[in-house]
């Protein structure tokens, strides 16, 4: 219905209410990453409401067309969790999120720490920063989808060049410490995710050992 305000001038001030914004701020979730387009169809206009609800502290824009909808606890408002940052950026569930800090609980002698967040996809390479982040997105055929001591050590080995470690000494204490780890699991892991040198060299110290 319209409403209709009188000003002291005498002149008539047609107005009508914008509801389309609430409709669009009662569909959020508090703590969820959205894409733009997933608020296409609870929004009459959707640029213009976007602005207002992060003007209005309803949303934080994160990067170009990625917004979260904060959620808050006692200590202030939290972060988005990553994963739900990575599943609204890449638009699905097929990834690995870690960092290369994860090699040090092989205690294969890696103690180097790092500041980056790999994510092994199927669609994105490069860095990227969302929201206060940065994602180094890695392009890869095959990765599980779970973390395991026996995939990080194929990976720590096809790493091992880009690693600040010794080379050398990590690949000594490798050997040492093969029996630590599951040698069916890497026999079949190293087949599906190790790059050439690393499956030739496995390979070798879990037949031969």
């Known amino acids: 219905m319209q409403k209709i305000f009188i000003k002291p001038s005498s002149k008539i001030v047609y107005e009508l209410p914008d509801t389309a914004l609430g409709v669009l701020r009662s569909h959020l979730k508090k703590g969820k990453v959205y894409r733009r387009e997933d608020l296409l169809s609870s ?8 602005k ?14 990625l917004y979260y909808a904060p959620k ?23 990834f690995l999120i870690f ?27 490069g860095v990227f920063q969302l929201g206060n982040r940065n994602f180094d997105f890695k392009m890869k055929p095959r990765f599980p989808k779970k973390l395991d001591k026996e995939f990080l050590l194929i990976d720590l080995l096809n790493n091992l060049d880009s690693l600040p470690e010794n080379k050398d000494d990590v690949l000594v204490n490798v050997e040492k410490m093969l029996s630590n780890f599951d040698s069916a699991k890497l026999d079949k892991y190293v087949l599906l995710y190790g790059l050439g040198k690393t499956k030739k060299m496995l390979l070798s110290w879990i037949r031969y050992s």
């Open 43 to 50: 929004s009459n206009a959707v640029d213009r409401h976007l």
């Open 52 to 65: 207002q609800l992060v003007d209005a502290g309803d949303l934080e824009k994160l990067s170009q067309g």
């Open 99 to 125: 960092s290369p800090n994860s090699y040090n609980s092989l205690g294969i002698g890696t103690t180097q720490l790092q500041n980056k967040t790999w994510v092994y996809n199927h669609k994105r390479h």
């Open 72 to 94: 808050s606890s006692t200590f202030g408002r939290l972060p988005p969790k990553e994963d739900e940052l990575v599943r609204a950026f890449l638009k699905e569930d097929d």
